[in-house]
């Protein structure tokens, strides 16, 4: 056989095989290519559609579209409902559009309009410069490697994750470097603001869970710190299309455990970390997306998740001290009168509290569980003038 033959076939091999994933994709249903099969480095074609919800043709959603069939041939105008994410590839770029996204694909002259509603995109083929419009048309926007933008009401919000972006908005030119947001919704001309890099070494990346007991659900989702980040903020989906947003939580920590109970009709859950600015309200760049795939038996009991448990072992007072011993939920976060106490690993404390007065106290043991369920102990001691 001869090189450039064997050279065609692995190219088609490759080409095949790249396919294959897409529609592995969680989400992914079979799409009508548009251009090259395989490839999506040129043109527009619609490759996946979140499992609830509808994409429609039309504003009276009347007609929705089936990427079986769907062929470009004229001006088309796509919009998703509230519950409905989807991707789209164009010209090499991977597009993931969320729930109430609005666009106007016009192939005769291929040109991409975003109208409205939250979008993600990545480079995924090609290396020439890209341009859509934002909005409506004269809004140029000239695509980096990676990036998310809002749009909605004439303004934007863009978070540029990789490469340089440019772009025209009203007649105003912006510069967006790597790692730089901007948010054009207060009028003028505001400065790019920069972004944290996102957190590198996620854990659990790609894992398993095997449910039977119900302490199976307890999970800890860990990464690496992001220097300078004070907090995070981290989201849980049911697909890699983030079109159900079921948990959204700002930690302090570069970990948190989190009771996965509430989510298990699920049969996996995608989850993303981001360095997050409380003053500003702004997410920087998100990790990678890990995800969990659950292999339950739980559902078939119809467990529920549980307040957590607190045990109160022995109250001792030695003059205006009282010595505390007991359990709780290992995986709770246990509080003494306001006081967070820390647990072993088999959820035993002990914990002591000194009062400057004598008299019937009443201490109060709170527990709250990763489910953010929550369980109320009270005790009282006396304590005796000496």
Same mark, same amino acid.
């Given at each position: ?46 490759? *996946?559609?979140?499992?609830? $919800?509808?994409?429609? /043709? ?6 929705? &579209?089936?990427?079986?069939? #769907? =062929? ?74 990676? *990036?998310?933008?809002?749009? $909605?009401?004439?303004? /934007? ?6 490469? &340089?972006?440019?772009?025209? #908005? =009203? ?216």
């Amino acid at each position: 056989m001869s090189k450039s033959r064997v050279f065609f076939l692995a190219a088609a091999l490759l080409a095949a095989a790249a396919g294959f994933l897409l529609l592995q994709r969680p989400g992914a249903m079979p799409a009508t290519r548009t251009d090259s099969p395989g490839t999506g480095v040129t043109g527009f074609q619609v490759i *996946g559609i979140s499992e609830r $919800g509808n994409l429609w /043709l039309d504003s009276e959603e009347t007609q929705p &579209a089936d990427i079986r069939t #769907l =062929n470009f041939v004229s001006e088309t105008r796509l919009h998703s409902d509230a519950q409905t994410a989807w991707e789209f590839f164009f010209e090499g770029f991977l597009f993931t559009a969320l729930p109430g996204s609005v666009l106007v694909y016009t192939p005769q002259t291929r040109e991409l309009l975003l109208e409205k509603g939250e979008y993600y995109w990545e480079r995924q083929a090609g290396s020439r410069p890209v341009e859509i419009s934002l909005l409506r048309g004269g809004n140029i926007f000239r695509l980096s490697g990676a *990036g998310r933008l809002r749009l $909605g009401s004439g303004a /934007l919000e863009v978070w540029n994750f990789a490469g &340089a972006l440019d772009f025209d #908005l =009203n007649g105003t030119l912006f510069h967006v470097g790597p790692l730089q947001y901007l948010d054009s919704r207060g009028g003028g001309r505001p400065a790019p603001l920069p972004l944290f890099p996102p957190p590198p070494f996620i854990s659990p990346e790609a894992e398993t869970l095997a449910l039977s007991e119900p302490s199976d659900t307890i999970v800890q989702f860990k990464w690496k710190n992001v220097q300078g980040a004070r907090q995070y903020i981290l989201k849980l989906y049911p697909s890699a299309l983030r079109d159900n947003l079921l948990l959204s939580k700002v930690v302090s920590e570069n970990a948190v455990t989190l009771d996965i109970m509430p989510f298990i009709e699920y049969s996996a859950l995608h989850w993303e970390v981001a360095a997050y600015d409380a003053a500003r309200r702004v997410e920087s760049a998100p990790a990678r997306m890990g995800v969990i795939t659950i292999s339950s038996s739980l559902l078939k009991k119809g467990l529920l998740p549980q307040p957590p448990r607190i045990e109160v072992d022995s109250l001792s007072v030695s003059g205006e001290m009282v010595l505390i011993k007991g359990s709780a939920d290992p995986h709770a976060q246990l509080f003494i009168d306001g006081t967070r106490v820390e647990l072993d690993g088999e959820g035993r404390f002990i914990h002591t509290i000194s009062y400057r007065s004598i008299g019937v106290k009443e201490i109060v043991f709170r527990a709250l569980a990763p489910s953010g369920l929550e369980a109320i102990l009270k005790r009282q001691v006396t304590i005796f003038e000496e």
